[in-house]
């Protein structure tokens, strides 16, 4: 890529505010934003320091339009996009939506840049640790998207529409599961009269150890040592719905988890 | 408590040496350390820098005893320990044993000292974050067990046996099952050529939230959203292991993860 080549971002939510942010850093900040209303558009604008509308048309030449807008949103827009910019590299930031969805709205050049993270309300996220996923209509798209992610993180890896499935998938057993069962302990202990906030140390740990061992090599705990007496006791201290979750969950240590 | 008093550890394992090494931090160091074997005996009276042996009668006079040792060799420990120390008080760290175990030992005072955190092989846990669990057979020992739990931590509560037994099952909730849904993610990614760290950034997030707020205000995703296009999406992407915990995971939150 072109040091001086003009980035547009479409789209104002928690990652296009969060990479907006990351390319500024970057030294790549875009020339403009867009957002479906002139509020957020400002907001944003006023954050990155670039400019700002409400209308794609508006929008000034670009050499890149990266968009990040809700899931539902993307076809429309993409379809106001590759006809406003029928020469640009058109880029979607969607771990769920296949790179087609932009061919078919007409982009010519197109590809996917998806940086796996969840983007919290508010809380503006560094990439530098991220992973960004990209993904290229053509060979020079594929080459424009993995420069530019790997401006902003040291991660970048090359995954195809399918992938992307399986990263959404595992995302949701590596981030929204993890915080059920957090809940799960927490209505355990407030339900008896404890602190939850005595598990924060046992949290905090688990997830320290993965950055050093894999989770089959972390794995502690009952299920991991077959000690069936102690889970018998553990199930019935639970009501329906936590004794078949913590079955299920035991049963997939004791057969998936052994180590060989 | 007597900043004086003389505290010894029974029990060499990575609670007695996390426990030994906080006592010590906090200007309490144990006079002596036991070991059921001379040389893991050694190791930690070498690392304490008191006294060490594997005989119990051997043990100088002391004012309290700290029982550390696996569940399967408390009570005769416990038995030899309130043999040597008829007048001490004589306390365990086991979640799941209850206070009784003692007063069934022989001991005439008696209670519990409960730091609620995995320890992890060769790796001594500081315990400043840690809630201590206490107990005592009288209002004497709960007291000195309560005052000498607030000189390793600020957090300090009372749990009854029954109370311990709780927070044996919810930290399997909090810090064996999070691993595990983490297992669960790295084989579909595995299995799918992508890279498990890539989700490092989400488990993080998802640990550094329920710091802020509780899980129930955490919590995200499409069962959160009750989301069932995208459910049914996943639940296809799995094998029946997975998508049997996927199911009970979902259905969990979705019963009982709504805001009110």
Not at 97 to 118: C, K, N
Not at 204 to 231: C, F, I, Y
Request: charged fraction near 20%.
């Amino acid at each position: 890529m072109e040091v001086n080549d003009r980035i547009v971002v479409v789209g104002a939510g928690n990652m296009a505010t969060s990479l907006s942010m990351a390319l500024k850093k970057s030294g790549n900040a875009p020339v403009a934003v867009w957002s479906r209303t002139q509020e957020s558009a400002e907001l944003l604008g006023r954050l990155v320091g670039c400019g700002y509308t409400c209308e794609i048309e508006a929008l000034p030449d670009a050499d890149v339009v990266i968009i990040s807008v809700v899931d539902s949103a993307l076809h429309s827009v993409a379809r106001s996009v590759a006809s406003r910019y029928p020469n640009a590299l058109v880029m979607h930031t969607a771990g769920s939506i296949p790179m087609d969805a932009l061919r078919e709205a007409g982009a010519s050049r197109y590809g996917v840049f998806y940086p796996m993270q969840t983007m919290s309300k508010s809380n503006i996220v560094p990439f530098d640790n991220v992973t960004i996923f990209v993904e290229g209509g053509d060979d020079a798209s594929l080459l424009y998207a993995e420069n530019l992610a790997s401006r902003l993180s040291s991660k970048v890896v090359r995954a195809t529409s399918e992938q992307r499935c399986f990263l959404h998938v595992a995302a949701v057993f590596a981030c929204n599961f993890p915080n059920a069962v957090y809940h799960m302990a927490s209505e355990l202990l407030v339900t008896n009269g404890l602190p939850f906030d005595s598990m924060l140390p046992l949290i905090d740990e688990a997830a320290r150890k993965v950055h050093l061992m894999s989770p089959l090599d972390a794995q502690t705990g009952p299920a991991k040592r077959e000690d069936h007496n102690v889970m018998e006791s553990h199930k019935a201290m639970l009501d329906d719905d936590l004794r078949e979750i913590y079955s299920a969950m035991s049963n997939y240590i004791m057969k998936r988890m052994k180590k060989l």
